[in-house]
C-alpha cells in the first residue's frame, strides 16, 4: 500500500478553523482522515502539511512509526508548533487506514481496550440559550450540567495580571466558591488559569483555593520554566496540570524529571498525534502521573482522543466540547453520545469517523481574529 495524496482541508469550526487531513492511497476506497488543528495558526499548518507531502508520497501509510520519524526526522529542523501540528493530522490519518485495513478500531491497535468508557469533562458553555450571566457565574455552572456532563472545568473572569494583590485573589477565590457551591460535591470541578500568572501569584491562588476539591489546577503559569512550574507544585495542595502548549516527548521530559505537574495534557492534534501521546503517557505512568489530553478542536481529535483514552493505562479524563452547532456532527459522523459522564469511541475500523466532504465544503475558512486581551494600563495580557 501507497500513500498518493496528502490534501488539508479547512473547515471553519466557529471560534477556531479546523484542518483535517485527509490520506489518500492506491488501495480503491481506502482513505484515512486526521487533524491537524492548530488554534489561530492555520495557513502555517496547511503550508507544513504541504510541505511534507512529497516525503510522504510512495509510503506504505501502515508504517506509522517509519513515517512519524521521516516527518520528524527528514528535514534540517526539528519541532515547533506548526510542524508537529501538520505531523498530527497525519499520524491519525496513518492509524485510521491501518485500523480499516484490518477491520479493527484503532484502540484495539494501541494495545486493546483497558476500561469499558471514557470519562469526559465539559466547560462553562451555559445550556446552549442566550446568556444574560457571565461565563463565571454560578448559574452558567449549573446550566452546563447537561447532555451527560458531571466533569467541568472553569476559569476566573477578566486578565490576571503577572502579579496580583489580595482584592483579586479573594475575587477569584469567591467566584470559584460559589461555582462549587452551584454544582455541588458530587460534580469534579477544575479550574484552568491559562498560564496568566507568575509562579508566586499561581501559588496563591492555588491556595485561596485548596478547600475546594479540585480535581486540577491547570496552567497555573507558562510550562515554559520547569522551575517555575515545581514551585508551584510543591507549594500548592492541588494536582497541577499542563502539556497543551507542549509538543513531542521531548518537551515533557524536563517536567516529568522535575515532577512539575500530576496530570499532563498532551493534544493529538499538536503534539504529534496518536503515537506520541502514547509515548508520552506511558512516560508519564512510569513517573506516576496521570493522562488528561487537551481537546478544545474538532470531531477528528475528538475521536483519536477518546481511542487513546481506551488504550491508557494512566488515562484521567477527557475534555469534549459541548456542541451546540449541530453541522458538526453533519460534517463527521456518528457524534458521541455521553451517557453519565462517560462516553465510548465506538468499535468501528480506524477511527470510526465517517466526514461528509461536500458538508466541510460548507463551512470554509474564516479569517477568525486571533484573540487579544490587554490589561487596565493599555499592556498585553496573556490570552
Not at 507531502?53 to 529542523?77: K, M, N, S, T
Not at 491556595?207 to 500548592?236: I, Q, T
Request: contains cysteine; hydrophobic residues 40%; proline residues 7%.
Amino acid at each position: 500500500m501507497k500513500i498518493t495524496a496528502v490534501k488539508p482541508m479547512v473547515v471553519n469550526g466557529g471560534y477556531v478553523n479546523w484542518v483535517f487531513v485527509k490520506l489518500e492511497t492506491d488501495v480503491a476506497g481506502l482513505v484515512g482522515w486526521g487533524e491537524s488543528s492548530l488554534e489561530w495558526k492555520t495557513n502555517g499548518v496547511v503550508g507544513a502539511i504541504k510541505d511534507l507531502e512529497p516525503l510522504l508520497i510512495g509510503q506504505d501509510p501502515r508504517r506509522i512509526e517509519h513515517v512519524w520519524q521521516l516527518c520528524y526526522r527528514g528535514g534540517f529542523y526539528r519541532g515547533g508548533a506548526i510542524h508537529l501540528s501538520a505531523m498530527s493530522g497525519i499520524d491519525q490519518a496513518c492509524w485510521d487506514i491501518l485500523g480499516k485495513s484490518v477491520n479493527k478500531p484503532v484502540y484495539a491497535l494501541l494495545g486493546g481496550a483497558v476500561r469499558d468508557k471514557v470519562r469526559v469533562y465539559g466547560h462553562m458553555v451555559g445550556d446552549g440559550k442566550k446568556r444574560k450571566k457571565p461565563l463565571s457565574s454560578p448559574e452558567v455552572a449549573r446550566a452546563s450540567l447537561v447532555d451527560g456532563i458531571t466533569a467541568l472545568k472553569c476559569g476566573p473572569s477578566g486578565f490576571s495580571l503577572p502579579v496580583e494583590g489580595l482584592a483579586r485573589v479573594k475575587l477569584v477565590e469567591k467566584e470559584i466558591t460559589a461555582i462549587r457551591r452551584a454544582v455541588g460535591d458530587s460534580v469534579d470541578l477544575m479550574v484552568d488559569l491559562h498560564g496568566r500568572c507568575t509562579p508566586a501569584t499561581s501559588v496563591r491562588y492555588g491556595r485561596a483555593l485548596e478547600g475546594l476539591g479540585l480535581l486540577f489546577l491547570e496552567e497555573p503559569c507558562l510550562p515554559y520554566s520547569v522551575a517555575g512550574m515545581k514551585h508551584v507544585a510543591d507549594h500548592v495542595q492541588i494536582p497541577i496540570a499542563t502539556g497543551e502548549r507542549l509538543v513531542s516527548r521531548f518537551e515533557f521530559t524536563p517536567l516529568f524529571e522535575a515532577r512539575a505537574a500530576e496530570v499532563y495534557q498532551p493534544d493529538p492534534s499538536h503534539c504529534g498525534g496518536i503515537s506520541e501521546v502514547k509515548k508520552i503517557a506511558s512516560m508519564a505512568e512510569a513517573y506516576y502521573c496521570s493522562m488528561a489530553p487537551h481537546n478544545p478542536l474538532g470531531p477528528i481529535n475528538t475521536q483519536a482522543c477518546l481511542h487513546l483514552g481506551m488504550a491508557m493505562p494512566n488515562f484521567l479524563i477527557q475534555e469534549v466540547l459541548q456542541v451546540k452547532n449541530h453541522w458538526r456532527h453533519e460534517v463527521a459522523s456518528p457524534a458521541i453520545k455521553i451517557v453519565d459522564g462517560f462516553t465510548h469511541p465506538g468499535d468501528g475500523p480506524g477511527l470510526g469517523l465517517t466526514i461528509n466532504e461536500r458538508e466541510c465544503a460548507k463551512h470554509p475558512y474564516k479569517d477568525t481574529r486571533q484573540p487579544a486581551a490587554f490589561h487596565p494600563d493599555g499592556s498585553v495580557a496573556d490570552w
